[in-house]
């Protein structure tokens, strides 16, 4: 039995996607002006399905066999890299090879904030009524 129940660690496991998926398109941006570069992507909606069709959370990251992993186990990949893909390239790479589109990196990068803001205020709510209910109940 979970403690808090499984929406709150699907609505976890989203938070460290979608931060996941602002570092790739930070790099990206970061990235624009690199020759031979190519533009990278986090598929949000694919790796929450297959969160959520494997029953279990996503793994610590973890940066010496000594951290903590999940229950005990030694976790051999990163968390940030088992779901980072190479994009597709949807148009016509620039001559020195780079993919990224900055206008399109830009637009991602404002769309996944807003993502960020919608499910870290489902979390806030669950935790508040949560906190009500222990509050508010009479011993």
Do not use: C, H, W
Request: hydrophobic fraction near 35%.
């Amino acid at each position: 039995m979970e403690l808090f129940g499984k929406i709150y660690s699907t609505l976890d496991d989203s938070l460290n996607v979608l931060s996941e998926r602002q570092n790739v398109i930070a790099s990206n941006i970061a990235n624009a002006n690199t020759p031979g570069y190519k533009e990278k992507t986090v598929n949000f909606e694919k790796v929450m399905q297959d969160i959520v069709n494997s029953g279990s959370s996503l793994k610590l990251k973890t940066n010496s066999p000594k951290d903590f992993t999940n229950l005990g186990l030694n976790n051999s990949e990163s968390f940030g890299n088992a779901f980072v893909e190479k994009q597709k390239v949807q148009s016509v790479p620039a001559l020195d090879g780079n993919t990224v589109n900055l206008s399109s990196q830009m637009a991602e990068m404002s769309s996944n904030a807003i993502r960020f803001q919608a499910v870290a205020g489902l979390l806030t709510k669950k935790f508040s009524m949560l906190n009500y209910v222990i509050t508010q109940t009479a011993p």
